[in-house]
Structure formats: structure tokens, C-alpha cells
């Protein structure tokens, strides 16, 4: 059946620096979305991705959807404390419903 | 309510009980999801709910597991026999369509001892 990953699965930066988590799947995709769960929190959305190729940001964030539809990108900019949680890719390969990745989670260090 | 609400929060039981957990989708949400999430781990499907089709249960772990929805209003997950590896917190999700953006409720945290 369909395979989500993402990598790395813990990632610690200063706070300032920069950060990416990758996904790949093992079938191509249809769309893709990206939630972040804060500690102890529930998940929540970040956004969807449709388009071969799409770029899209949220202020320091920018998300990619590769060109073959198999794999996505989420690069934060500048990191700050409040991005602190995990971060999960859930993918859909034209089927009923997503598939969530095992996450990324990140510390950022003061 | 604004959101999705899971109730109870918090769920305490004994081996071998069974248990009922219990999500209110956001009004006008055709499609619910149920995942379980173990501690320092992704989230788990366990079933999906949409408009009057068929759930799909591909995600159940066993026959243990079952799950209802009452037209596309309350849903209820049942785990009979509980084990101690059903210990999760189990997150239940409603959207407005098929593929669309997920609203998440807390989730019930599920010990069993």
C-alpha cells in the first residue's frame, strides 16, 4: 500500500536558523497537506498542495510539491520558539483518504 | 460548536473492559476520521467516514475495533477487550469534503491498565 516518509525525524536548531523536513511517498500523489502538532497539542493545518511543481508560503514558511507529485518540502526561515512541534506530511494517492507521515520533530534552542 | 469535540478527554480502564470514545464533527462536515496516536509517534488510521458511503475500515488493527456514525453528525469508537497496547491517544478528525483541509479535535487520551 501507499508509504509516507519523512526525514529527518528529530531535528534541533538554534533559534534563528533555518530548518527542512522532506517528504516522499511511494506512490505519486494527487495532493498533499501539512499539519503542525505542537507538544501536547492536536494537530493542525498548515496547507495543501494540488500542482506539480507548486511553491507556496506562509510568511517564513514555504512549502514545495515536487514535479514528479512523489515528494514535498517544508522549509522554514529563521526559526523562532513558537515553531516548536511536529510536523506531519499526509499525502493521497487518488484514493479515499491521507496518509500521514511519521513526522518531524523539531526544537528550536533559545 | 466551532469545532470538533472529543469527549471524554481522559479515559482510565481496566484491562479487558471495553470502552466507547465519542467525536462531534464540525456542523455540515461530510467526511470524520478517527486516528491513533501512541506516544512520540505519527498519527494511525483507523477508519474513515463519508456522506452515507461505506466507511472505510482498512485502518482497524483488529475486530476489537469498530466504529459508527450516525449520518454526518456524532461518531462513536468502540474498543472491546482493551489491551494494554490500545493505550493511545485517539484523534478524531471532520472536513468539509473528501480531501480537504482536516480540523482535529484534543483527541482522548486512552490508558488501560
Known amino acids: 500500500g501507499q508509504q509516507v516518509m519523512q526525514i529527518p525525524q528529530y531535528q534541533h536548531v538554534q533559534e534563528g536558523e533555518d530548518f527542512t523536513t522532506y517528504c516522499n511517498s511511494s506512490?505519486?500523489?494527487?495532493?498533499i497537506q501539512w499539519y503542525k502538532q505542537r507538544p501536547g497539542g492536536h494537530p493542525v493545518f498548515l496547507i495543501q498542495?494540488?500542482?506539480?511543481?507548486e511553491v507556496k508560503k506562509q510568511k517564513r514558511l514555504t512549502f514545495q510539491f515536487g514535479e514528479a507529485k512523489k515528494n514535498s518540502s517544508l522549509h522554514i526561515t529563521a526559526t523562532q520558539t513558537t515553531d516548536v512541534g511536529t510536523y506531519f506530511c499526509?499525502?493521497?494517492?487518488?484514493?479515499?483518504?491521507?496518509?500521514f507521515g511519521p513526522g518531524t520533530r523539531l526544537s528550536v534552542l533559545p | 460548536g466551532a469545532g470538533v469535540s472529543q469527549s471524554p478527554s481522559n479515559k482510565v480502564t481496566e484491562k479487558g473492559k471495553d470502552v466507547e470514545l465519542r467525536c462531534d464533527p464540525i456542523?455540515?462536515?461530510?467526511?470524520l476520521y478517527w486516528y491513533r496516536q501512541r506516544l512520540g509517534q505519527g498519527l494511525e488510521f483507523l477508519i474513515y467516514f463519508q456522506g452515507n458511503s461505506a466507511p472505510d475500515k482498512s485502518g482497524l488493527p483488529s475486530d476489537r475495533f469498530s466504529a459508527e456514525r450516525t449520518g454526518e453528525s456524532v461518531s462513536t469508537l468502540t474498543i472491546q477487550r482493551t489491551q494494554q497496547e490500545d493505550s493511545a491517544v485517539y484523534l478524531c478528525a471532520s472536513s468539509p469534503g473528501r480531501l480537504t483541509e482536516a480540523f482535529f479535535g484534543q483527541g482522548t487520551r486512552l490508558t488501560v491498565v
Open positions: 498542495l494540488v500542482k506539480s511543481g
Open positions: 456542523s455540515g462536515h461530510t467526511a
Open positions: 499526509a499525502g493521497d494517492n487518488y484514493g479515499q483518504n491521507f496518509v
Open positions: 506512490t505519486t500523489l494527487s495532493n
